[in-house]
Structures are given as structure tokens and as C-alpha cells.
């Protein structure tokens, strides 16, 4: 299984280079190489890299702390809440976008706090916690809606990315990474149950609170770029456990480099398909994992 996993992750790798080569270069006007590769494809492409260990990781810790293997934080309204902020901030105070990223992460954040206070008091009853997430998540859009319509507000296109975005991102990531790094030991607890945990004395909440807060972070910081994808963790982290059998632990680093796969994949897509037009990366990201998410739920319902 070990030898299997690395000729995985080192197929991704290949391919994920591969990708990252073909975004520098393809179709590059060699009289402005230098600007448009430095300024215009390099940010694109390492905030793509963000979005994708954003995506894959914060989709395995509300999995794993929530004990709900097929939920995420788009379907939690954690998304949809970042994106509805940023619409508010588009039109009362434009000049704050700068911070977009910072604004992002912050409200997740806050979003998460909110849910922890409501709809995460029902984690035991699957069912209410996905119905819950899903009316706060369409709460939200139909603002952001609302807002997008009057003010001609779009933001789905990685286009716009700037080395600020990029600046911001990393640090918010390292943040993450260092609160990851002092509690990850933890995150084998949550394959108990919480009777099990209780006999061992876990604080459970303070424990899953900090794993959250990673995720909200992260997804509310790239998805005031990207838009919301729904579904796209799930499936996301769902296929690797499928096709690995891994636990949360081990198959992390496959989740994560299969996440970013998709997004320089999909991003490829928006950029070049039609090139110079642009197409919404969120868009084409959900259309690839469309029939990926159609396959799982064949596979889940054979289970019933």
C-alpha cells in the first residue's frame, strides 16, 4: 500500500508539473515575456496551488471533525458567506478588496462560529446538519445575488490575481500550517467515537474547534477569488478514500495533491480553452468533478 501511494503522489506530481509548465509558457508573447509571466501567470498559478491545498484539506477536517464523511465547507454556508462579504465590501468599500484574501479567511471565521452555535449542534443527526448547511449556504447567495446584479460584481475568474492575493494567502496558510502542525496528533481521535473519546478524556470541542478554524480560514480565503464550487471537497476527498482505503492521516497528502491537481487542471481549461476569453474557473472546476460526484454516489447507494 505504502509503494502504491508514493507512485500515486509521484504521478501527481509529474502531471501537476506538467500543468504548471504549460500554464508559463503556452501562448506567451516572447516580446513581453518577462511581465506577463512574472506578473500575470506566476501569481495565477501559485494561488491556484493555495486554492487547492485549501479545498482538499479544509474538505478532510470538517469531514473528519464533524464525523460526516460527505460534507464540506461549501455545503456548510462557509463559502457562500465568504463570497456574500466580499460582495458587500465590492460595493460599500471598494478600496478594501485589496485585503480580499485577509477579508476571506475572516469570515469564514466568523462563519464558523455561527455554526458552531447552531447548526453543529446537530452533527449527530446527518440529515438536519446538511439541510441546515444547505439554507444558510442559499441564504447567502441569494445576497450575494442580489448584490452581484446591481453592482455588476464578478469574481469567479483567477485572472485578477495579484502577488498581494498570493502575499496574503501565504500567510494566512502558514498560520494554518502552524496550528496543523501543534495538534495534528489529535486528528486520529475523531476516527473514534465520542464515547471513546470521552473515556479518554478528549476535549473534543476545543480540539475539532482548532481543525475547524484551519478549514474556515483557508476555504473563506480562496473562495472570495474563486467563487464557491459545492460538492468539490467531498468529492474531492471522497474519491482518494475510495480508491486508497486510506485513513484521514495518511491519505492527506494524496487529498491535497489531488485537490490542487483538479484546480491547475481546471484552471488550464478556463484560461486556454477559449483563449484569450476567460471562462469561470469555479465553473469548469464543478464540471470535471460532476461525473466524479455522480460515480460516488452510485458507488454510496450500493452501500445502502
Same mark, same amino acid.
Given at each position: 500500500?505504502?509503494?502504491?501511494?508514493?507512485?500515486?503522489l509521484?504521478?501527481?506530481?509529474?502531471?501537476?508539473?506538467?500543468?504548471?509548465?504549460?500554464?508559463?509558457?503556452?501562448?506567451?508573447?516572447?516580446?513581453?515575456?518577462?511581465?506577463?509571466?512574472?506578473?500575470?501567470?506566476?501569481?495565477?498559478? #501559485? &494561488?491556484? !496551488?493555495?486554492? @487547492?491545498?485549501? =479545498?482538499?484539506?479544509?474538505?478532510?477536517? +470538517?469531514?473528519?471533525? *464533524?464525523?460526516?464523511?460527505?460534507?464540506?465547507?461549501?455545503?456548510?454556508?462557509i463559502?457562500?458567506?465568504?463570497?456574500?462579504?466580499?460582495?458587500?465590501?465590492?460595493?460599500?468599500?471598494p478600496?478594501?478588496?485589496?485585503?480580499?484574501?485577509?477579508?476571506?479567511?475572516?469570515?469564514?471565521?466568523?462563519?464558523?462560529?455561527?455554526?458552531?452555535?447552531?447548526?453543529?449542534?446537530?452533527?449527530?443527526?446527518? #440529515? &438536519?446538519l !446538511?439541510?441546515? @448547511?444547505?439554507? =444558510?449556504?442559499?441564504?447567502?447567495?441569494? +445576497?450575494?445575488?442580489? *448584490?452581484?446584479?446591481?453592482?455588476?460584481?464578478?469574481?469567479?475568474?483567477?485572472?485578477?490575481?495579484?502577488?498581494?492575493?498570493?502575499?496574503?494567502?501565504?500567510?494566512?496558510?502558514?498560520?494554518?500550517?502552524?496550528?496543523?502542525?501543534?495538534n495534528?496528533?489529535?486528528?486520529?481521535?475523531?476516527?473514534?467515537?465520542?464515547?471513546?473519546?470521552r473515556?479518554?478524556?478528549?476535549?473534543?470541542?476545543?480540539?475539532? &474547534?482548532?481543525?475547524?478554524?484551519?478549514?474556515?480560514?483557508?476555504?473563506?480565503?480562496?473562495t472570495?477569488?474563486?467563487?464557491?464550487?459545492?460538492?468539490?471537497?467531498?468529492?474531492?476527498?471522497?474519491?482518494?478514500?475510495?480508491?486508497?482505503?486510506?485513513?484521514?492521516?495518511?491519505?492527506?497528502?494524496?487529498?491535497?495533491?489531488?485537490?490542487?491537481l483538479?484546480?491547475?487542471?481546471?484552471?488550464?481549461?478556463?484560461?486556454?480553452?477559449?483563449?484569450?476569453?476567460?471562462?469561470?474557473?469555479?465553473?469548469?472546476?464543478?464540471?470535471?468533478?460532476?461525473?466524479?460526484?455522480?460515480?460516488?454516489?452510485?458507488?454510496?447507494s450500493?452501500?445502502?
Amino acid at each position: 500500500m505504502i509503494i502504491k501511494k508514493n507512485k500515486t503522489l509521484s504521478l501527481m506530481i509529474i502531471i501537476c508539473l506538467c500543468l504548471m509548465l504549460f500554464q508559463l509558457f503556452f501562448k506567451l508573447d516572447t516580446s513581453n515575456w518577462k511581465m506577463i509571466i512574472l506578473q500575470l501567470r506566476l501569481p495565477r498559478l #501559485l &494561488f491556484e !496551488i493555495g486554492i @487547492g491545498y485549501a =479545498l482538499g484539506f479544509s474538505a478532510l477536517l +470538517f469531514a473528519a471533525t *464533524l464525523r460526516q464523511p460527505y460534507l464540506d465547507g461549501s455545503m456548510l454556508g462557509i463559502a457562500s458567506g465568504a463570497e456574500l462579504m466580499i460582495a458587500l465590501v465590492t460595493v460599500v468599500i471598494p478600496q478594501a478588496l485589496t485585503y480580499r484574501v485577509v477579508i476571506g479567511a475572516f469570515t469564514g471565521v466568523c462563519c464558523l462560529l455561527i455554526l458552531r452555535s447552531t447548526i453543529f449542534k446537530l452533527r449527530n443527526h446527518s #440529515l &438536519f446538519l !446538511i439541510i441546515g @448547511g444547505f439554507c =444558510l449556504a442559499m441564504f447567502f447567495n441569494a +445576497f450575494t445575488e442580489i *448584490l452581484t446584479e446591481s453592482s455588476g460584481w464578478t469574481g469567479k475568474s483567477l485572472a485578477n490575481v495579484t502577488w498581494f492575493d498570493v502575499g496574503w494567502l501565504l500567510i494566512i496558510s502558514l498560520i494554518t500550517i502552524y496550528i496543523w502542525e501543534n495538534n495534528r496528533s489529535y486528528l486520529k481521535y475523531f476516527a473514534l467515537s465520542e464515547l471513546q473519546t470521552r473515556q479518554l478524556e478528549i476535549n473534543e470541542s476545543k480540539i475539532s &474547534f482548532k481543525f475547524q478554524v484551519i478549514a474556515a480560514a483557508l476555504l473563506g480565503a480562496t473562495t472570495v477569488v474563486l467563487g464557491t464550487v459545492f460538492f468539490a471537497g467531498v468529492v474531492i476527498n471522497q474519491l482518494i478514500r475510495e480508491f486508497t482505503q486510506l485513513g484521514q492521516l495518511k491519505r492527506l497528502d494524496l487529498v491535497i495533491l489531488f485537490s490542487i491537481l483538479d484546480v491547475l487542471f481546471a484552471d488550464t481549461l478556463a484560461h486556454f480553452v477559449f483563449y484569450p476569453v476567460e471562462l469561470p474557473t469555479n465553473a469548469v472546476l464543478f464540471v470535471l468533478l460532476a461525473p466524479a460526484f455522480i460515480f460516488l454516489i452510485m458507488r454510496w447507494s450500493r452501500e445502502i
